[in-house]
């Protein structure tokens, strides 16, 4: 499969030139907000992978997650309940307060800092846009490897509703809807809803239940939009959604060499799953997952004569429970739950020039305020829960301000220029230790504070009207933190990384391509570590590694005929660890007697030196191919479409001893819409082929839980439009 994609893309190089030829003629616009301001996508010097509602359907989209597999170089993996997007290499391992991931998540311009509800449904989206490439001028902290933008359908004075139901394998169902109307000449609002249930696909084999994996979530948004003036408007926004979903904490035993990597695996009378649609555990073990979010979003813009002034402010409290058995066995091991409550406010001002000038510059200030906690209660082999001892949180300020100007030094030379300057805090950071009668008491620490100058420098030159040439330098950062979960008082540096990236972008009426080539030097990352203090080895987080990560990209859009159209794109990606001395290992016994002794996977302090291997959830090759094919049927529309995903081996951690080899999907889809366009009904098969693939590898202390994706779905759906 690799070979033949590889040979695909060179063909596809080739005919490029054949194919731009023929595809001159007016441009159909695509317009970006990569760098904060409203741009045609192929005058952004930013590899940009820009997804339209359209797209999103045909690829039967319903988390952000699954944006994955239409977005070459992006994995969107899970850890129990926290999700970690890795973009060309650039993800983390950790699961720490005031951690956030590396790529950050803006919704209608408003950062998401949780990364327990960064997986969220995906309700009237307009279209995503997926950055590449640290982003740490425009957006700042937490976007060494890149970001995804959100943006939702805005209210409208002309009325217009829309609802679906779909039902499908596993007795999985879903509404959703969207309506919007005119309160007024100045006032309009809009409503979106989405419900979804289903048994999920996995079955318990100790007591035969099918519907382990049972899931129910919601989300309502609604939307207040006021011209308040010609000049003035503000767009007030309320979201609520609550999820109750195990899946991410349902494993099974991940098999290595034939051997089920489970502490309790060679147990007397142990039952251990190992197939990709089963798992195993006792009736008084529940696995479950819940969450609620709330935000409060107002966006008010100023339209000057000069200039745009827009302000979005943000808040939102979400608050999640998890609980899981580590064992992954019928025995009970550790049970383990998470009680995670998690409050933020953001606000920024954005200015942006006015079109027209040969200086194009945007001026921003961001205040952003995070109080992050998890309460962690223990329980051995089936005893009551402990909370004593495994609590800790943090406050995370930030401050940041930013400027970044573009000046059109010819016709066709443009120059690119930014700075940001922030200043971080984690404040009040805490574990909690055990008090009287049971209680805790909450154990401070100093306050970590931190400055940090994040540019960027861009040439791009104008080959015509429609093509264009770039080279870019960025920089970005992910924030300093404090390791409160491991009770320390060291101070984890800021990972940095420093990025240089070269490319092309074309686009025409029928045919769009882009290719650009990048070289990162990504320092101070911060990785879980063994070191050994007297004769106790333990875990650590420290800035213990350096990586060296470069690769190519392209993309190509080609209307190949009225109704067919081909979007196709392919990354390879080299990251390796440059230097990380001291990453933990997790041995393994294939004898019987191994599987009782306590301490086998990782808690005796087995470390590697894993300089020069493949970085983790890092695959060489990624390549997504669509299709979507509309004719005349019956005086209505009919729709084919197909997505083609397909990634190269990945590794789970970072030694590389648990993988995945690389797979392929396929997803299918055909919808007819009845001549009015106000009916349209669809079928629709996700993974078609059926290939069971690993997610995620569970590395623990009582063995490795194995996390699947889903096997083949199938189902049907109906829009009406109103």
Known sequence: MSLLASAAAVSLLVALPAIAEAAEGDVETIIVTAQRRAERLQD????????????????????LSDIAKLTPALRFDNLGVWAQPTIRGVGTELVQVGGASNVGIYVDGFYEPNPAEYDFQLINTEGIEVLKGPQGTLFGRNTTGGAILVTTTAPSKDTHAV??????????????GYGTTGLSD???????????RGDGYLKNIVDNSDTVGAYKKWSVRTGLKADLTDRFSVL????????????????????????????????????VATKPSEVAFGPNDPQSFKAHSNAAQLTATADFDFATLTSYTQYRKDFSVAFQDLGHSSIPTVYLEEIIPNRTFTQEFLLTSKPGSRLQWTAGAFYFNNYDEINVGFGLFGAPLDFTNGGNGVTV???????????????????????????????????????????????????????????????????????????????????????VGGHSTVPIKAENISAYEVGYK???????????AYYYDYKNLQLA???????????????AGTSQIYGAEGHLNYEILDGFDVDAGAAYTHARYKHYVGSPTYPQCLVAACGASFGLFGVGGTSQD????????????????GIRYTTELAGGKLALSSNLYYTSKIYFDSSDETSQTGYATLGLRGEWTNPSDRYTVAVYGNNVTGKRYLTQALLQTFGIGAVWGPPATFGGSVRVKF
Do not use: C
Not at 186 to 196: E, P, Q, R, T
Not at 238 to 264: F, I, K, R, W
């Open 44 to 63: 952004v010097p930013i590899t940009v992978t820009n997804i339209s509602n359209e797209q999103l359907t045909s690829a039967g989209t319903q988390n």
């Open 163 to 176: 609802a679906e139901a779909s039902y499908g394998s596993y007795n999985a169902l879903k509404f959703e």
């Open 186 to 196: 100045k006032v309009a609002m809009d409503v979106g809803v989405i419900y979804s």
């Open 236 to 271: 007030l926004r309320y979201q609520h959604s609550s999820n109750n979903d195990p899946m991410g904490n349902l494993a099974n035993a991940y098999v290595q060499n034939g051997q089920p990597l489970l502490y309790t695996a060679n147990f007397p009378g142990v039952i």
């Open 397 to 483: 300020k930030s401050y940041a301000g930013f400027y970044d100007a573009t000046y059109q030094v010819t016709d066709q030379l443009f120059v690119t220029a930014g700075l940001r300057v922030s200043h971080d805090e984690d404040d009040k950071p805490f574990w909690n230790i055990p008090g009287p009668n049971g209680t805790q008491v909450r154990n401070y620490i100093p306050a970590l504070k931190t400055n940090k100058v994040t540019p960027r420098v861009v040439l791009r030159y104008a080959v015509d009207s429609n093509s264009s040439v770039y080279a870019s330098f960025t920089q970005g950062y992910k924030a300093p933190i404090y390791n």
């Open 506 to 516: 074309q686009a025409s009426q029928r045919f769009s391509f882009d290719l650009a």
């Open 529 to 543: 570590s063994y070191v050994t203090v007297g004769n106790t080895a333990f875990s650590v987080i420290t800035n």
């Open 610 to 625: 894993s300089s020069g291997l493949p970085m983790l959830r890092s695959p060489d090759f990624t390549a997504t191919l």
